[in-house]
């Protein structure tokens, strides 16, 4: 009688396995996930004659840590100087980038424009391809009109067969779209399971590091915003970068959420238009373009996204409510934040608040997190709220506390100078941090310690 072989439920949201089917996943909540898996029982094994494809990149060994030579990595730049500050300076051989976003928002784009530079100016590149046919990338290549494009393109999903063309290639850049179309022989789950997202991830992961080759795998999101398949994925991987942006708006953002090369929370700007991505040099002075002079509800922030300062607006609407509970609406902003901040200004600064709807977003698409937001959302709130306009030549920094204070933030000097150069005339700042703060002549840095400071200089009665 033959032996019944082995197998497992393996949640397809998050990786959890069990040896027994669930209607919902006991890790991570989701419904109807699980999945049957065989087990095969089998590793992953290198041939015996298996070397580097690249001299250089020899298999490493165990030692002392006293022994091992410190060396900065290496950067290999591209002509998108966004993309570069977002990688933290550029792209590291050997390393393995993960680039995420929802469908048809630019990611082939992005990473096609990418290695079609590359190619022309740094080396081999391949571009592997599960989800189109080659004549497909050499229409899109046409239509963003490198002229002679000369790279590697390979419509396949069998990772056998891409190791083969790495072997005769011997890339310095790799590309993989996407990595949720790729298969392992050693795993028996379908295309995009979590065993096939792990095995191929991590066979990737071993080319990349022995071999020296830049890698860059796009990844499918989920509905709720985060990279489809195990979160084992954006562990393995030394960087996670996130493409956002309306479908409707030309506007792209590119943020890092991991790396291990650089700072994490960069921010690169992109526009998308006919001929592909075009970079955004000053994001500050897109983002308040369209602002209205004499509006009131608005108020302009410089918020620091990584090393990078940006100047930002903040509006609210206030309308008194139809219904028993008010309203709360926050686009771009945290809603717990906000909701704190208009407790903050019922209680210390005397605003009924209790009655109105109150309608919050941050113009731009952009998702301000960190708390230097405060002052400028309660100072928008304020303005919509007494229907009295704020000063297009002024901008607000600063933390709130639950007594009113205006608490410090760090890089107050860079804030400064980028609120100069876009010809603000006052910013407001914590009292606590405008010591030692070298303003331009033109700019006035005015410090206040609560909230109705503030307030009594903005809105006088």
Sequence with gaps: MAKKQATQFVCQACGYESPRWLGRCPNCGAWNQMEEERLSGRTIKHPENHTPIHEGYKSAKPQRIKTVAAQKETRVLTSLKEFNRVLGGGVVPGSLVLVGGDPGIGKSTLLLQVSMQLSQEQGTVLYVSGEESMHQIKMRADRLGFEDPDFYVFAETDMDE??????????????????QTM??????????????????????????????????????????????????????????LYFEGEKHDTFRILRAVKNRFGSTNELGVFDMQSDGLKEVDNPSELFLEER????????????????????????ALLAPTAFG???????????????????????????????????????????????????????????????????????FVGEIG???????????????QEAQKLGFKRIFVPK?????????????????????????????K
């Excluded at 891409?162 to 990595?179: E, G, N, W």
């Excluded at 002079?293 to 090393?307: H, I, L």
């Excluded at 006035?444 to 009594?456: G, I, K, S």
């Design 183 to 240: 298969t392992h022989e050693e795993s028996n789950g379908i295309a995009g399971s979590v065993s096939q997202v792990r095995e191929t991830t991590s066979e990737l992961m071993h080319i990349a590091k022995e071999n020296g080759i830049a890698t860059f795998i796009v990844g499918h999101v989920t509905k709720e915003g985060n990279i489809a398949g195990p979160r084992m994925l954006e562990h393995m991987v030394d960087t996670v």
């Design 162 to 179: 891409i190791k083969v063309a790495i072997q005769d290639l011997k890339p310095q850049f790799l590309v993989i779209d996407s990595i």
């Design 292 to 315: 209205l002079a004499g509006a009131n509800g608005s108020a302009v922030v410089a918020s620091m996204e990584g090393t990078r300062p940006i100047l930002t607006e903040v509006q």
């Design 402 to 416: 639950l007594t009113g204070e205006i608490r410090r933030v760090p890089r107050l000097q860079e804030r400064v």
């Design 325 to 395: 509970n008010a309203r709360r609406t926050a686009s771009g902003l945290d809603y717990s934040r906000v909701t704190l901040i208009m407790a903050v200004l019922e209680k210390r600064a005397g605003l009924m608040l209790q009655n109105q709807d109150a309608y919050l977003k941050a113009t731009g698409g952009v998702r301000l997190d960190e708390p230097a937001v405060d002052l400028a959302i309660a100072v928008s709130v304020a303005s919509s709220y007494w229907e009295k306009e704020t000063l297009a030549t002024d901008c």
């Design 432 to 460: 606590g941090s405008a010591s030692g703060i070298k303003a331009p002549e033109d700019i006035q840095v005015m410090a206040a310690a609560t909230l109705r400071d503030v307030l009594a200089v903005i809105f006088p």
